[in-house]
C-alpha cells in the first residue's frame, strides 16, 4: 500500500506523545519523592529558586526539572513562575485525591523493570511468580489503588451491596482476599468496628507489610495471614476480593473455596477492572493501561501458579461472571462501577 505521509505524521505525533509520557514517569517520581509537588502547592506560583530553597534542593536541577514539567503539561508556566492548577494538584499532590495517579507511575517503573523476566517468559510460555516481580511492584500497586479504595469502598462500594453495610454495623466476621498491604481491609475494618476482618495473601512480604501497616494504626479489629485463595481457612459471612480474581492461577477453585467458606446467606464481593467483554469496546486509554499491565503482571503472575488460568485485566463481567458461577455461584450482578472498577456481588 502506498504511504500516506499525512497519516505518517500523525502516527509519529501520537509516538512522540507517547514517548514524552514514558520518559516523563521518572520525573514524576522524582517530584514525588523529593515533595516538589506538594511544595509547589503551597508556595507556588514560585520561581525555581525558590522551590529550590522550600525543598532543599539544588536551583539547576528544580529549573530543568520544571520546564519538563511545564512541557507535559504537569505543571503551569507564567512570566517566570511555576505553579500548579488546581486540577495539577488534585492529581500530583493530593494524596487521598480520588484522581491521584502518582502510584500508577511508580508501577510503570516496576514494569519496566520487570521487562527482563517477561521478555524471557514470552519464549517460554511460563509465569513470572507474583513474588517474583521486580522492585516493589507490590508497594507500587497499593499506592496505585489506594486512592480508589479510599473514596469508593466504604462510601459507594458497600452500600450498593445487599444488606452488606447493616451485617457489618451489627458484627461481622470478614475475609479479604488477596489483600496485598491490605489498604483495602483496614479501610473497612476502621468503618466497621464491630466486626472481625483477616486479610489474606500468599506472599509473606505483602501480609507483613500490612501487619506493621495495622499496627502503626492501632487497628484493633484486623489480622493478617498467609494463604492461598483457594485453602484460606475459617468461615465467613463476607469475603472480598480486590482487584485480584483475575491474578489468580486458579480461579474456579478460588470462587469454589470462597463458596464453601461463606456463612449461609453471606455474600463475596468481587472488585475488577472496569473491562467491556470485547476487545474492540476495551481501544481506549484505560484499556491500554489495564492491557500493557496485564501484560507484564496479571498474566506473568497467572501462568506462575497451578491451572495458569491468565485470565487478564481485560476478562470482562461476561468471563469473571462465567468464573463465579463456575465455583457453585448461582446470584452475580453489578452492583456498582467507577471509569476504572466494575463491582459485582456473588451469592
Given at each position: 500500500?502506498?504511504?500516506?505521509?499525512?497519516?505518517?505524521?500523525?502516527f509519529i505525533g501520537?509516538?512522540?506523545?507517547?514517548?514524552?509520557?514514558?520518559?516523563?514517569?521518572?520525573?514524576?517520581?522524582?517530584?514525588?519523592?523529593?515533595?516538589?509537588?506538594?511544595?509547589?502547592?503551597?508556595?507556588?506560583?514560585?520561581?525555581?529558586?525558590?522551590?529550590?530553597?522550600?525543598?532543599?534542593?539544588?536551583?539547576?536541577?528544580?529549573?530543568?526539572?520544571?520546564?519538563?514539567?511545564?512541557?507535559?503539561?504537569?505543571?503551569?508556566?507564567?512570566?517566570?513562575?511555576?505553579?500548579?492548577?488546581?486540577?495539577?494538584?488534585?492529581?500530583?499532590?493530593?494524596?487521598?485525591?480520588?484522581?491521584?495517579?502518582?502510584?500508577?507511575?511508580?508501577?510503570?517503573?516496576?514494569?519496566?523493570?520487570?521487562?527482563?523476566?517477561?521478555?524471557?517468559?514470552?519464549?517460554?510460555?511460563?509465569?513470572?511468580?507474583?513474588?517474583?516481580?521486580?522492585?516493589?511492584?507490590?508497594?507500587?500497586?497499593?499506592?496505585?489503588?489506594?486512592?480508589?479504595?479510599?473514596?469508593?469502598?466504604?462510601?459507594?462500594?458497600?452500600?450498593?451491596?445487599?444488606?452488606?453495610?447493616?451485617?457489618?454495623?451489627?458484627?461481622?466476621?470478614?475475609?479479604?482476599?488477596?489483600?496485598?498491604?491490605?489498604?483495602?481491609?483496614?479501610?473497612?475494618?476502621?468503618?466497621?468496628?464491630?466486626?472481625?476482618?483477616?486479610?489474606?495473601?500468599?506472599?509473606?512480604?505483602?501480609?507483613?507489610?500490612?501487619?506493621?501497616?495495622?499496627?502503626?494504626?492501632?487497628?484493633?479489629?484486623?489480622?493478617?495471614?498467609?494463604?492461598?485463595?483457594?485453602?484460606?481457612?475459617?468461615?465467613?459471612?463476607?469475603?472480598?476480593?480486590?482487584d485480584c480474581l483475575?491474578?489468580?492461577?486458579?480461579?474456579?477453585?478460588?470462587?469454589?473455596?470462597?463458596?464453601?467458606?461463606?456463612?449461609?446467606?453471606?455474600?463475596?464481593?468481587?472488585?475488577?477492572?472496569?473491562?467491556?467483554?470485547?476487545?474492540?469496546?476495551?481501544?481506549?486509554?484505560?484499556?491500554?493501561?489495564?492491557?500493557?499491565?496485564?501484560?507484564?503482571?496479571?498474566?506473568?503472575?497467572?501462568?506462575?501458579?497451578?491451572?495458569?488460568?491468565?485470565?487478564?485485566?481485560q476478562a470482562g463481567?461476561?468471563?469473571?461472571?462465567?468464573?463465579?458461577?463456575?465455583?457453585?455461584?448461582?446470584?452475580?450482578?453489578?452492583?456498582?462501577?467507577?471509569?476504572?472498577?466494575?463491582?459485582?456481588?456473588?451469592?
Amino acid at each position: 500500500m502506498p504511504l500516506d505521509e499525512t497519516r505518517l505524521n500523525e502516527f509519529i505525533g501520537k509516538v512522540l506523545g507517547d514517548l514524552g509520557g514514558a520518559v516523563s514517569v521518572p520525573l514524576v517520581r522524582i517530584g514525588d519523592a523529593l515533595g516538589l509537588y506538594t511544595a509547589l502547592d503551597r508556595i507556588g506560583p514560585a520561581t525555581p529558586e525558590a522551590l529550590a530553597l522550600a525543598t532543599g534542593c539544588a536551583p539547576r536541577y528544580i529549573r530543568e526539572w520544571l520546564s519538563a514539567q511545564a512541557a507535559s503539561g504537569y505543571v503551569t508556566h507564567a512570566e517566570g513562575r511555576f505553579s500548579l492548577s488546581p486540577e495539577q494538584a488534585f492529581v500530583f499532590a493530593t494524596p487521598d485525591s480520588p484522581a491521584n495517579l502518582i502510584g500508577a507511575f511508580d508501577t510503570a517503573a516496576a514494569m519496566v523493570e520487570n521487562q527482563t523476566k517477561v521478555q524471557v517468559a514470552f519464549r517460554t510460555g511460563k509465569g513470572v511468580a507474583w513474588g517474583d516481580q521486580a522492585g516493589c511492584l507490590f508497594c507500587a500497586v497499593a499506592r496505585m489503588f489506594r486512592p480508589g479504595y479510599v473514596n469508593a469502598l466504604v462510601q459507594e462500594w458497600l452500600p450498593a451491596l445487599d444488606g452488606v453495610v447493616e451485617t457489618l454495623q451489627d458484627g461481622a466476621v470478614v475475609a479479604d482476599i488477596g489483600c496485598g498491604h491490605g489498604v483495602s481491609t483496614m479501610l473497612m475494618a476502621q468503618a466497621f468496628p464491630a466486626s472481625q476482618f483477616v486479610g489474606y495473601d500468599f506472599h509473606p512480604g505483602s501480609i507483613a507489610a500490612a501487619s506493621a501497616h495495622a499496627l502503626a494504626h492501632d487497628i484493633s479489629n484486623v489480622r493478617f495471614d498467609v494463604a492461598r485463595a483457594q485453602d484460606f481457612p475459617g468461615d465467613y459471612d463476607f469475603v472480598t476480593c480486590f482487584d485480584c480474581l483475575h491474578d489468580m492461577g486458579d480461579p474456579v477453585a478460588a470462587a469454589s473455596h470462597i463458596r464453601q467458606k461463606l456463612k449461609p446467606g453471606g455474600t463475596w464481593m468481587v472488585v475488577e477492572p472496569n473491562a467491556a467483554d470485547r476487545l474492540d469496546d476495551n481501544l481506549n486509554p484505560v484499556g491500554r493501561l489495564y492491557y500493557s499491565a496485564s501484560t507484564m503482571i496479571c498474566v506473568p503472575t497467572s501462568l506462575a501458579q497451578e491451572t495458569g488460568a491468565a485470565l487478564g485485566a481485560q476478562a470482562g463481567e461476561a468471563r469473571l461472571s462465567e468464573v463465579i458461577r463456575a465455583g457453585g455461584f448461582t446470584r452475580v450482578r453489578r452492583a456498582a462501577s467507577t471509569p476504572l472498577n466494575m463491582i459485582l456481588e456473588a451469592s
